[in-house]
Structure formats: structure tokens, C-alpha cells
């Protein structure tokens, strides 16, 4: 694409400090809650609230409304469930009352880059309501999504999109020209190991000052 940046592979070593990846908080204080409400509700007229939840602990009710808003925004994916291949980490939701508008989950991991091994964010199924799009919701959620991450000391966040240019603005870039490694999984069953160039959909935002490593990828298990 014309003016699209792309992160170039580079020999850097990644932040290696030894901490668990699943430190992130499970709700926000609602001190944090009224930051959100503040900063959304002259947009879309109504008090937003945003949070956090371990898969778990996803209340039914929640669940209930995450299915027809994940079906409608991925047509022909989820089909009536709340997940795709495997049930995420956590989930971020951002609520208008009572109502879910909008959602992202996080899944935790190591992947391996040449001979690094890089503890990961994946940001998985980002969607808004279709009445409250355009209304900087899905920033918001990406923007909380990233908070986490760093929270957690992760070295990178990765996600699999076709929009690169929302996801370029906060600071995605896309990776190209390397190899990656996965596993298949179709009906919610192991199908085969799949190794293929994701240059049209892999993208990464560096945190904590770490850099890409060379080599290819391995993804040490699905692609979400």
C-alpha cells in the first residue's frame, strides 16, 4: 500500500526480563472507569465504561451479547460462540450501561523469531457495535489493550489484520518477507502444521524498547 510503513527486520535483542506475561489487572480501579466515561460520553452521548476480564470470569450476560455483536462482525467465523480456534486470556469490553459495544481479547504466549524466544500479546477479535462505529471506541480498546501488554512486560503485540491502516495509526507496522510456522486447527481440531508468508496480514507494535529479531517465525502453536 502507498505510504504504508513496514518494520524492517533487524539483528536487536529483545527485552528479556524474567516476568510472567499474565500480570495484567483484571478490572480497572473506577477511578479508571470514570477517566473512559469522561473522555467518550460527549461523542456518543452516553457514559462509557471500560473492563477487564479473565476468561473464566466472563459473565453469561456478557457472553450473551458478545455473541450476536462478534457474529455480525465476523460474518461466518464464530457461529454463535465467543471464540474461533481457542478461548482467549482475557477480554477487554467496553460497556454503554448495560450494553456491550465493544470488545478485544488478549492472548498470552512465547513465540520464536530465529533462535529468540519473544513473550507476545496477541490482540484477537477487536469489533464495535455497528451503531457506534466511528465514534473512537475501537481506539480505546486498543489503546487499554496496549496499557495491559506493557503492564504485563511483553515484547511485542501482534495481530493478524487486513486493516493496516487503523492499525498503522496506533502504531502496528507490518511484517514482511519471513517465514512463519503455525498450527492449523479447523472445526476446533489439530489439522496439520502450516508454514507460509503472512506478509498481507502479520502485524507488530515493539514495546519496552525491544527490537524485531532476524530469522523466521514460529508460532509456537495456532494463529489466532
Known amino acids: 500500500m502507498h505510504g504504508q510503513r513496514v518494520l524492517v527486520v533487524k539483528n536487536l535483542t529483545p527485552h528479556t526480563r524474567r516476568t510472567s506475561p499474565f500480570r495484567p489487572k483484571v478490572e480497572l ?12 460520553s460527549h461523542v456518543t452521548g452516553r457514559p462509557l465504561m471500560i473492563q477487564t476480564f479473565t476468561e473464566p470470569t466472563l459473565p453469561t450476560a456478557v457472553q450473551d451479547q458478545l455473541r450476536p455483536l462478534l457474529d ?21 469490553i467496553m460497556h454503554a450501561g448495560s450494553d456491550v459495544v465493544g470488545h478485544v481479547a488478549l492472548d498470552y504466549r512465547v513465540i520464536r523469531i530465529g533462535v529468540e524466544v519473544v513473550r507476545i500479546c496477541f490482540v484477537i477479535d477487536l469489533c464495535v457495535h455497528k451503531d457506534r462505529r ?22 511485542f503485540m501482534v495481530l493478524i489484520a487486513d486493516l493496516h491502516g487503523f492499525y498503522g495509526r496506533h502504531g502496528f507496522l507490518r511484517i514482511q518477507g519471513v517465514s512463519t510456522k503455525w498450527l492449523e486447527i479447523k ?29 523466521p517465525i514460529d508460532m509456537l502453536g495456532y494463529l489466532p
Open 134 to 155: 466511528g465514534q473512537g471506541i475501537g481506539s480505546k480498546l486498543l489503546e487499554e489493550a496496549e496499557a495491559q501488554a506493557r503492564q504485563a512486560e511483553v515484547c
Open 29 to 40: 480501579p473506577l477511578k479508571h472507569h470514570r477517566i473512559y466515561a469522561t473522555m467518550l
Open 187 to 215: 472445526d476446533r481440531a489439530s489439522h496439520s502444521l502450516i508454514e507460509g508468508d503472512l506478509s498481507d496480514q502479520l502485524m507488530a507494535k515493539p514495546l519496552n524498547e525491544c527490537g524485531w529479531p532476524e530469522g
Open 72 to 92: 455480525e462482525a465476523f460474518p461466518g467465523l464464530f457461529n454463535g460462540r465467543t471464540y474461533v480456534k481457542q478461548q482467549p486470556h482475557f477480554r477487554i
